[in-house]
């Protein structure tokens, strides 16, 4: 008697990106601190930055216009509206994404991370509680 070979596991997709991906927690201040999303975007102390809303996304880019500076400590600091905008409150955790292809941080709220998460684990999990 033969058995069938065992099946194969799928094997995780390789990284198409160069995205450099972070946790942080946002103080009292809308101070984002992440040394290596700094080192991989390359920006310095007194560099001009833009700073919008996008979709209940934050995004922060180079801009030699812009209002926002890189702190001297080498964080950014989000302005209250921004953060009143996207329901931000001290001691909130955010997931930071640095894309040194476009040169900018995007960081995304709880809210926005509730809303990535169940469209993954509902694709997953076909919308249901397992």
């Known amino acids: 008697m033969r058995r069938p070979p065992l099946p194969l596991p799928t094997l995780a997709a390789t990284r198409s990106r160069l995205a450099v991906?972070?946790?942080?927690t946002l103080n009292a201040h809308g101070r984002?601190?992440?040394?290596?999303?700094?080192?991989?975007?390359q920006w310095v102390p007194g560099?001009?930055?833009?700073?919008?809303?996008?979709?209940?996304?934050?995004v922060v880019s180079a801009d030699p216009q812009g209002?926002?500076?890189?702190?001297?400590?080498?964080?950014?600091?989000?302005?209250?509206?921004?953060?009143?905008?996207?329901?931000l409150a001290a001691g909130d955790r955010v997931f930071i994404v640095a894309e040194p292809a476009s040169g900018r941080l995007v960081v995304h709220p709880p809210a926005k991370l509730d809303e990535?998460?169940?469209?993954?684990?509902?694709?997953v999990f076909g919308g249901?509680?397992?």
């Not at 991906?21 to 942080?24: K, N």
């Not at 560099?47 to 934050?58: A, F, V, Y």
């Not at 990535?116 to 694709?123: E, V």
């Open 32 to 41: 984002i601190a992440d040394r290596p999303a700094m080192k991989v975007l």
């Open 21 to 24: 991906y972070g946790l942080v």
């Open 67 to 87: 209002v926002f500076k890189v702190a001297k400590e080498g964080h950014v600091r989000l302005p209250a509206v921004v953060r009143q905008w996207c329901g």
């Open 47 to 58: 560099l001009r930055l833009s700073i919008r809303e996008r979709h209940g996304l934050i």
């Open 128 to 130: 249901g509680h397992e």
């Open 116 to 123: 990535l998460i169940t469209q993954a684990h509902d694709a």
